[in-house]
T-cell receptor
């Protein structure tokens, strides 16, 4: 998985609780991304980062925030989880050219 | 707006048969095109990519894809499918140098 670690791998939480997912990379790549994967939708971009403290919104950013205080870590936070955020979340990284993305193993999140 | 269409949600083939997975895209400029494969419970693995040059590109695991600008297509092919190829396949287009848009995926089932 190209030096990408996602944690936790599985999480079950209740509606209204905050949740933070972590993506850690050892490749020193500049770009990092968070996607969600849902049946019939493929992968949709939530947020991405160009570098430390430099982030931007993707296609489905409502209800999510991110932070990147170090090159190697990109955190995705659900401030108040809802059942519609039950999904599999993937982190990806890409190098300076930003052309090829490499994916982590995913985090399966269930919001009850 | 950029988009990717994978018209086949599910394909079933016999082991040893040939395979073609379809991908059509909508993009205003010359796209970067990718095929990824996802095995159950795993992240996405890059199979091949097209940036420029030869329109027939070779990838890992014996896969190839052909870029046809006139048809806005980037179909994935394999001459002889193995049982281990059963997975979900995603086509993606590079909207910029640092963002990808994914199709909804094609699930491949292989019968012995």
């Amino acid at each position: 998985d190209a030096g990408i670690t996602q944690s936790p791998r599985h999480k079950v939480t209740e509606t209204g609780t905050p949740v933070t997912l972590r993506c850690h990379q050892t490749e020193n790549h500049r770009y990092m991304y968070w996607y969600r994967q849902d049946p019939g939708h493929g992968l949709r971009l939530i947020h991405y980062s160009y570098g430390v403290k430099d982030t931007d919104k993707g296609e489905v950013s409502d209800g999510y925030s991110v932070s990147r205080s170090k090159t190697e870590d990109f955190l995705l936070t659900l401030e108040s989880a809802t059942s519609s955020q039950t999904s599999v979340y993937f982190c990806a990284i890409s190098d300076e050219d930003g052309n090829i993305q490499y994916f982590g193993a995913g985090t399966r999140l269930s919001v009850l | 707006a950029q988009s990717v269409t994978q018209p086949d949600i599910h394909i079933t083939v016999s082991e040893g048969a040939s395979l073609e997975l379809r991908c059509n895209y909508s993009y205003g400029a010359t796209p970067y095109l990718f095929w990824y494969v996802q095995s159950p419970g795993q992240g996405l693995q890059l199979l091949l990519k097209y940036f420029s040059g030869d329109t027939l590109v070779q990838g890992i695991k014996g896969f190839e894809a052909e870029f046809k600008r006139s048809q806005s297509s980037f179909n994935l092919r394999k001459p002889s499918v193995h049982w281990s190829d059963a997975a979900e396949y995603f086509c993606a287009v590079g909207a910029d140098t640092d963002k990808l848009i994914f199709g909804t995926g094609t699930r491949l089932q292989v019968f012995p």
